[in-house]
């Protein structure tokens, strides 16, 4: 099971909104409290953020050094081999995670799905092969893993698709934004 940071934004202990955000390689999912503490939400509107936190595990492209990782990072090339079933892995912690919420809350709830970087990329993978019903996606600075919409490589369409919102900087250094458009591309190609 996940550490994670758990915040509720609500004058009483329901919620209507679920937002899942996952932070990027090398990163503690702190580093993304801010959304929580500075988005502008209805007074009545009652969301709980979760903030997972990635496994420490040796990271492939930064020598094997042990940090925060969704999965294992080979090279950053597109054509260099990915960590498919590392994803994989996270993705059932995630899916997990959202069970947990869905299970245990008073009422319907709203299940957004967030992350930056590669945590933006494992967003996407889930949203291409979960089965709860996602209500939106956001994924920023981040990218599609290869075979996320192959059909080999699904094992469960989605109940339903998702909106799906992609951005990404024009400065990242790292990931590069035609990963992104690559992504919308892909995605919009399979009907997602």
């Given at each position: 099971m996940l550490e994670k940071i758990e915040l509720l934004r609500s004058k009483t202990n329901d919620y209507?909104?679920?937002?899942?955000?996952l932070h990027g390689l090398g990163a503690p999912a702190e580093d993304?409290?801010?959304?929580?503490?500075?988005?502008s939400l209805p007074e009545n509107l009652g969301v709980k953020f979760i903030l997972p936190q990635a496994p420490a595990?040796?990271?492939?492209?930064?020598?094997?050094?042990?940090?925060?990782?969704?999965?294992?990072?080979?090279?950053?090339?597109?054509?260099?081999?990915?960590?498919?079933?590392g994803a994989l892995c996270s993705l059932k912690e995630i899916e997990s995670i959202?069970?947990?919420?869905?299970?245990?809350?008073?009422?319907?709830v709203k299940v957004f799905l967030g992350g930056f970087s590669q945590g933006g990329a494992l967003a996407l993978l889930i949203a291409t092969r979960t089965s709860h019903n996602l209500?939106?996606?956001?994924?920023?600075?981040?990218?599609?893993?290869?075979?996320?919409?192959s059909a080999s490589a699904t094992n469960q369409i989605p109940k339903r698709k998702p909106s799906i919102f992609i951005c990404h900087g024009e400065e990242d250094?790292?990931?590069?934004?035609e990963w992104g458009f690559k992504a919308y591309n892909d995605l919009k190609h399979q009907g997602i």
């Open positions: 209507s909104v679920l937002i899942v955000w993304f409290k801010f959304l929580a503490d500075n988005m595990q040796s990271v492939t492209l930064n020598g094997g050094m042990v940090m925060p990782a969704w999965y294992d990072i080979v090279g950053l090339d597109r054509n260099s081999p990915q960590d498919i079933d959202i069970q947990s919420e869905i299970h245990n809350a008073s009422s319907s209500s939106g996606v956001i994924c920023c600075s981040g990218y599609l893993l290869q075979d996320a919409t250094d790292v990931v590069k934004k």
